[in-house]
C-alpha cells in the first residue's frame, strides 16, 4: 500500500516507541514526513532505522527536535515543519511521558508536568498546525489518548487526566471543524511494548519512570490482553493511525480507537 505517498506528515514524539513506528510505516507508505521530538539522540535512531528499512527513506524524512511542553518550540517548530514539507495533510500527537508513582506522594510539579507535555502540548501542536492543515489535501489528525482515559489505571492519575483531556479535545475539535474538512480522531494504545510501559527512564518525549517500588500488582490483574501473544509491538498501532491518517479513514471522525489485545472489552 501507498496511501501517503505524495502526503505530508508531522509526526511528534518520533524519536522512540509509537511515535517512531509511526514514522516508519508512513515513509514505507511513500510519506514525506517531518518527525519531531525533544531528544536529538532518539531522533538519529529514528534517521537510521529509517535508512535501514528503505535507501530512499532518508530523502523523505527530516527530523526536528521540539519540545511540546514550550510554546515557543512548538511554534518555531511547526512553522518550520510546514515549509520544508510545502505544506501539511496529517499530524500524529504521539509525544507524551508518563509519571507512576501513588497520588498521595505526587508533587504538582510532577502532576502538572504531566499535563503540560501530554494535554498542553498537544493543543499547541494542533493549534499551529490548523492553518497549514486547512489547505491540506483531506487534511486529518490523530492525537494519542490511552485505556486509561476511560479504564482505571493505578498509580497513574496525572497520565489518565492527561489522556481523558486528549480524549475529550478531540471530540471538540473535530466538530469544530468538520465543516472545513479537517478529521480528528484519537487512539487509545493499551499492551503495548514500549520505552514507556517497559519504565525505561527518560527517552524523549515517549518515555517515563516505573511504578512504585510498592506497587501492588493485584490492582493490574485485569488489565493484562486476552489475546494471544501479550503484550505487542508499537508497530500494531501505527498500523491504525496510519489508516486514520489516510484516505483509508476518510469517514472517521470525532471517535477513538482501542488498541489493547481485548484487555477492555
Known sequence: MMRFEGRRVLVTGAGSGIGQACVLR???EGGQVVGADVSPEGLAHTEKRAAEQDASGPGRLTTLEVDV???GSVVAGVRSAVATLGGLDAVVNAAGILRSSHTHETSLADFERVLRVNLVGTFLVIREAIPALLDGTEPAVVNFSSTSAAFAHPYMAAYSASKGGIQAMTHALASE???RGVRFTSVQPG???SGMTEGLGESGQNAGPGLPDDADFDLFSGLL????GGFVGPEKVAGVVAMLASADGSFITGTEIRI???THF
Request: negative net charge; without cysteine; charged residues 25%.
Open 260 to 262: 489493547d489485545g481485548g
Open 177 to 179: 471543524y468538520a465543516k
Open 191 to 193: 499492551s503495548i511494548s
Open 69 to 71: 511542553a514550550d510554546e
Open 26 to 28: 508512513m515513509l514505507a
Open 225 to 228: 490482553p486476552k489475546l494471544p
